[in-house]
């Protein structure tokens, strides 16, 4: 399976390839920051399976974005993955030819349940925006502190490490750790990280 992701951001690509990746099969993806990156793959002849993009690139007007895509690849499955939810946006790039709609700030658990999904080919398109709305409210509830310490874990280090870097103990590391959890939904640090990559952007 052929994959290609279309976002300016690092992160949100790092993030979505990990998500990707946890899943067993032969994947081959390949990114691009822009329209014109991704076009260059699509004019070359690469026939791809899944491509997710955002609608908000730095060359290409979210409006007709996804008509380009489908006009160049018509046989791909077209993922949005954006921070945009507006359903009238939604369903014009529908209605262009995008078959399945991943918000940014999608719960981790839904993130891997739609992956999942994707990966069989299987339409990804909530019928509303509720999990949305309730995962914001558990973003508003990590403290600056929280927050700070969810910024180090994303960078790979350990409780110790991001307790000497806070000036507070490994014990207080690890009840901040385990309330985030909690607020985000998350069982693990892998999770939470991805979370956090996710969101980067």
Sequence with gaps: MK??????????????????TTYPGSIAIYEATSLEVAESYLLSGEHFDLIFTELDLPDADHRHLVSRLHQLAPSAHLVLFTWRGQPNEIQSAVNQGAKSF???DAAAEDVKLAIHGLLQNKAYLPAESLNYRQQSEAERKLSPRQQEIMQLLAQGLSNKEIANILGITEGTIRVHLSAIFKAIKVSNRTEATLWYLLRQG
Excluded: A
């Excluded at 290609?4 to 998500?19: K, M, N, Y």
């Design 3 to 20: 994959i290609l992701i279309i976002d300016p951001h690092f992160f949100t690509r790092s993030g979505l390839i990990h998500v990707i």
């Design 102 to 104: 991943l918000r940014k």
